[in-house]
Protein backbone atom coordinates (compact mmCIF):
# COMPACT_ATOMS: atom_id res chain seq x y z
CA UNK A 1 0.00 0.00 0.00
CA UNK A 2 1.39 3.28 -1.09
CA UNK A 3 1.11 6.49 1.38
CA UNK A 4 -1.64 8.51 1.96
CA UNK A 5 -0.89 12.11 0.23
CA UNK A 6 -2.71 14.56 3.13
CA UNK A 7 -1.18 13.96 6.29
CA UNK A 8 -3.23 15.78 9.39
CA UNK A 9 -0.35 17.56 12.00
CA UNK A 10 -1.52 15.28 14.98
CA UNK A 11 -1.20 11.67 15.24
CA UNK A 12 -3.79 10.45 17.69
CA UNK A 13 -1.47 8.07 20.42
CA UNK A 14 -4.25 5.22 20.22
CA UNK A 15 -3.27 3.90 16.99
CA UNK A 16 0.53 4.60 17.22
CA UNK A 17 1.80 1.09 16.69
CA UNK A 18 3.59 -0.73 19.70
CA UNK A 19 6.91 -1.75 17.57
CA UNK A 20 7.92 -0.26 14.07
CA UNK A 21 9.98 -1.51 12.15
CA UNK A 22 11.56 -0.28 8.96
CA UNK A 23 13.75 -1.42 6.09
CA UNK A 24 15.63 1.49 5.12
CA UNK A 25 16.06 1.51 1.00
CA UNK A 26 16.32 4.18 -1.75
CA UNK A 27 19.89 5.37 -0.94
CA UNK A 28 21.19 4.83 -3.89
CA UNK A 29 18.24 6.10 -5.95
CA UNK A 30 17.95 9.02 -4.27
CA UNK A 31 21.44 9.85 -5.30
CA UNK A 32 21.58 8.88 -8.79
CA UNK A 33 18.29 11.17 -8.80
CA UNK A 34 20.45 14.07 -8.16
CA UNK A 35 23.37 13.43 -10.26
CA UNK A 36 25.47 12.06 -7.20
CA UNK A 37 27.92 9.02 -6.66
CA UNK A 38 25.96 6.16 -4.50
CA UNK A 39 27.87 6.98 -1.70
CA UNK A 40 26.10 10.28 -0.97
CA UNK A 41 23.15 8.40 -0.97
CA UNK A 42 24.33 6.20 1.79
CA UNK A 43 25.95 9.59 3.77
CA UNK A 44 22.15 11.18 3.48
CA UNK A 45 21.07 8.32 4.24
CA UNK A 46 22.75 7.74 7.66
CA UNK A 47 21.73 11.47 8.80
CA UNK A 48 18.50 10.31 8.40
CA UNK A 49 18.53 7.84 11.45
CA UNK A 50 18.59 9.73 14.18
CA UNK A 51 15.84 12.28 13.49
CA UNK A 52 13.39 9.55 12.38
CA UNK A 53 14.53 7.46 15.91
CA UNK A 54 13.91 11.05 17.79
CA UNK A 55 10.58 11.64 16.31
CA UNK A 56 9.13 8.02 16.60
CA UNK A 57 9.63 8.12 20.15
CA UNK A 58 8.11 11.59 20.13
CA UNK A 59 5.36 9.92 18.80
CA UNK A 60 5.07 7.31 20.98
CA UNK A 61 6.21 4.42 19.76
CA UNK A 62 7.67 1.66 22.37
CA UNK A 63 10.65 0.20 19.81
CA UNK A 64 11.48 1.14 16.76
CA UNK A 65 13.93 -2.05 15.12
CA UNK A 66 16.30 -0.67 11.67
CA UNK A 67 17.27 -2.72 8.96
CA UNK A 68 20.74 -1.19 8.89
CA UNK A 69 23.05 -4.20 7.42
CA UNK A 70 21.73 -7.20 6.40
CA UNK A 71 23.57 -11.20 6.14
CA UNK A 72 23.69 -9.91 2.10
CA UNK A 73 25.53 -6.67 2.07
CA UNK A 74 28.35 -8.12 3.05
CA UNK A 75 28.30 -9.98 -1.04
CA UNK A 76 28.38 -5.91 -2.40
CA UNK A 77 31.16 -3.81 -3.79
CA UNK A 78 33.94 -3.73 -1.13
CA UNK A 79 34.05 -0.02 -1.49
CA UNK A 80 30.68 0.00 -0.83
CA UNK A 81 31.09 -2.06 2.29
CA UNK A 82 33.87 -0.29 3.59
CA UNK A 83 31.70 2.82 2.99
CA UNK A 84 28.40 1.01 4.68
CA UNK A 85 30.43 0.05 8.26
CA UNK A 86 32.42 3.71 8.41
CA UNK A 87 29.50 5.05 8.50
CA UNK A 88 27.87 2.60 11.31
CA UNK A 89 30.84 3.24 12.84
CA UNK A 90 30.26 7.20 12.72
CA UNK A 91 26.42 6.63 14.09
CA UNK A 92 27.26 4.62 16.65
CA UNK A 93 30.35 7.34 17.81
CA UNK A 94 28.68 10.34 17.05
CA UNK A 95 24.83 10.05 17.47
CA UNK A 96 24.74 7.94 20.73
CA UNK A 97 25.29 11.03 22.81
CA UNK A 98 22.16 12.90 21.73
CA UNK A 99 19.68 9.54 21.87
CA UNK A 100 21.19 9.32 25.16
CA UNK A 101 19.89 12.91 25.87
CA UNK A 102 16.46 11.84 24.30
CA UNK A 103 16.19 8.27 26.95
CA UNK A 104 16.32 6.50 23.89
CA UNK A 105 18.00 2.50 24.73
CA UNK A 106 19.76 1.82 21.85
CA UNK A 107 20.18 -2.54 21.37
CA UNK A 108 21.85 -3.88 18.37
CA UNK A 109 20.44 -7.57 17.15
CA UNK A 110 22.28 -9.56 14.46
CA UNK A 111 25.66 -11.74 14.41
CA UNK A 112 28.60 -9.12 15.62
CA UNK A 113 31.33 -11.75 15.14
CA UNK A 114 32.02 -10.78 11.45
CA UNK A 115 32.35 -6.95 12.49
CA UNK A 116 35.74 -5.48 13.13
CA UNK A 117 36.48 -5.21 17.44
CA UNK A 118 36.64 -1.42 16.99
CA UNK A 119 32.74 -1.87 15.74
CA UNK A 120 32.01 -4.13 18.27
CA UNK A 121 33.35 -1.86 20.77
CA UNK A 122 31.25 0.84 19.44
CA UNK A 123 28.08 -1.31 20.15
CA UNK A 124 28.69 -2.50 23.27
CA UNK A 125 30.01 1.12 24.44
CA UNK A 126 26.18 2.42 22.60
CA UNK A 127 24.41 -0.33 24.43
CA UNK A 128 25.78 0.91 27.87
CA UNK A 129 25.95 4.03 27.69
CA UNK A 130 21.80 3.79 27.02
CA UNK A 131 21.19 0.95 29.39
CA UNK A 132 18.09 1.56 31.17
CA UNK A 133 16.83 4.48 29.33
CA UNK A 134 12.61 4.09 28.88
CA UNK A 135 11.08 6.13 26.14
CA UNK A 136 11.36 4.23 23.66
CA UNK A 137 13.98 1.05 22.71
CA UNK A 138 16.41 1.50 19.18
CA UNK A 139 17.11 -2.10 18.07
CA UNK A 140 20.14 -2.15 15.24
CA UNK A 141 19.46 -5.13 13.32
CA UNK A 142 23.18 -5.45 11.91
CA UNK A 143 24.84 -8.37 10.23
CA UNK A 144 21.29 -9.16 10.32
CA UNK A 145 19.05 -11.65 8.29
CA UNK A 146 15.53 -13.39 9.50
CA UNK A 147 16.76 -17.00 8.39
CA UNK A 148 19.53 -16.55 10.91
CA UNK A 149 17.92 -15.46 13.37
CA UNK A 150 15.33 -18.65 12.81
CA UNK A 151 18.40 -20.84 12.53
CA UNK A 152 20.05 -19.40 15.36
CA UNK A 153 16.74 -19.55 17.61
CA UNK A 154 16.60 -23.49 16.81
CA UNK A 155 20.10 -24.08 18.00
CA UNK A 156 19.83 -22.54 21.26
CA UNK A 157 16.64 -24.69 21.35
CA UNK A 158 18.41 -27.28 20.27
CA UNK A 159 21.33 -26.97 22.95
CA UNK A 160 18.89 -26.40 25.85
CA UNK A 161 17.09 -30.03 24.70
CA UNK A 162 20.21 -31.81 24.65
CA UNK A 163 21.00 -29.91 28.16
CA UNK A 164 17.66 -31.47 29.41
CA UNK A 165 16.93 -28.17 30.30
CA UNK A 166 13.63 -28.66 28.00
CA UNK A 167 11.49 -31.12 26.60
CA UNK A 168 11.65 -31.37 23.03
CA UNK A 169 7.65 -31.97 22.93
CA UNK A 170 7.28 -28.74 24.87
CA UNK A 171 8.74 -26.49 21.68
CA UNK A 172 6.09 -23.98 20.65
CA UNK A 173 5.42 -20.61 19.15
CA UNK A 174 6.00 -19.09 22.15
CA UNK A 175 9.44 -20.91 23.05
CA UNK A 176 11.16 -20.44 19.32
CA UNK A 177 9.61 -16.49 19.77
CA UNK A 178 11.71 -16.09 22.66
CA UNK A 179 15.08 -17.43 21.25
CA UNK A 180 14.80 -15.25 18.20
CA UNK A 181 16.67 -11.39 18.72
CA UNK A 182 13.69 -9.62 19.42
CA UNK A 183 11.89 -12.66 22.08
CA UNK A 184 11.99 -9.86 25.04
CA UNK A 185 10.14 -7.31 22.55
CA UNK A 186 6.41 -7.52 21.03
CA UNK A 187 6.59 -8.00 17.70
CA UNK A 188 6.39 -5.63 15.53
CA UNK A 189 3.16 -3.61 14.79
CA UNK A 190 3.43 -2.25 11.40
CA UNK A 191 6.75 -2.29 8.79
CA UNK A 192 7.67 0.19 6.34
CA UNK A 193 9.98 -0.50 3.39
CA UNK A 194 11.30 2.88 2.21
CA UNK A 195 12.35 3.38 -1.91
CA UNK A 196 9.79 1.29 -3.85
CA UNK A 197 10.16 -2.07 -3.64
CA UNK A 198 7.52 -4.30 -2.39
CA UNK A 199 9.38 -7.04 -0.20
CA UNK A 200 10.59 -8.26 3.19
CA UNK A 201 14.28 -8.88 2.11
CA UNK A 202 14.92 -11.40 5.00
CA UNK A 203 13.69 -9.19 7.51
CA UNK A 204 12.52 -10.09 10.91
CA UNK A 205 10.54 -13.61 9.00
CA UNK A 206 9.38 -14.97 12.42
CA UNK A 207 8.59 -11.49 13.88
CA UNK A 208 6.68 -10.02 11.31
CA UNK A 209 3.56 -12.90 10.30
CA UNK A 210 0.86 -10.72 11.59
CA UNK A 211 2.18 -6.91 11.36
CA UNK A 212 1.30 -4.90 8.64
CA UNK A 213 3.22 -3.96 5.94
CA UNK A 214 3.46 -0.29 4.33
CA UNK A 215 5.36 0.25 1.37
CA UNK A 216 6.20 3.86 -0.11
CA UNK A 217 8.01 5.26 -2.75
CA UNK A 218 10.05 7.66 -0.50
CA UNK A 219 13.82 6.67 -0.78
CA UNK A 220 15.22 6.89 2.24
CA UNK A 221 17.13 9.99 2.78
CA UNK A 222 13.80 11.54 1.92
CA UNK A 223 11.96 10.25 4.94
CA UNK A 224 10.76 12.84 7.26
CA UNK A 225 8.14 13.58 10.23
CA UNK A 226 5.51 14.01 7.16
CA UNK A 227 6.52 10.57 5.90
CA UNK A 228 6.16 9.00 8.75
CA UNK A 229 2.58 10.06 10.01
CA UNK A 230 1.46 9.05 6.81
CA UNK A 231 2.73 5.55 7.52
CA UNK A 232 1.02 5.60 10.78
CA UNK A 233 -1.86 6.85 9.99
CA UNK A 234 -2.47 4.54 7.02
CA UNK A 235 -1.59 1.62 9.71
CA UNK A 236 -4.33 3.73 11.75
CA UNK A 237 -7.31 3.32 9.34
CA UNK A 238 -6.82 -0.89 9.08
CA UNK A 239 -8.50 -3.38 11.05
CA UNK A 240 -5.65 -5.88 12.32
CA UNK A 241 -7.38 -9.47 12.54
CA UNK A 242 -4.29 -12.09 13.20
CA UNK A 243 -5.73 -14.49 10.97
CA UNK A 244 -8.89 -14.29 12.13
CA UNK A 245 -11.92 -13.61 10.16
CA UNK A 246 -13.88 -10.75 11.26
CA UNK A 247 -17.30 -11.09 12.24
CA UNK A 248 -19.94 -9.43 10.10
Avoid at 9 to 19: N, S
Avoid at 146 to 167: E, K, M, P, T
Wanted: net charge neutral.
Amino acid sequence: MKESVAVSPIVDPVLVPRHLAIIMDGNHRWARARGLPGSAGHRAGARTVRPVAEQAAELGIEVLTLFAFSTENWSRPRREVTLLLELMKRMLRDDVDELDRNDIEVRIIGDRGRFSPDIRQLMYMAEERTRGNGRMTLMIAANYGGRWDIVNACRDLARRAQSGAIDPEAIDEALVAGATALGDMPPPDLCIRTGGECRISNFLLWQLAYAELYFTETYWPDFDDAALRAAIESYGCRQRRFGRRQEQ
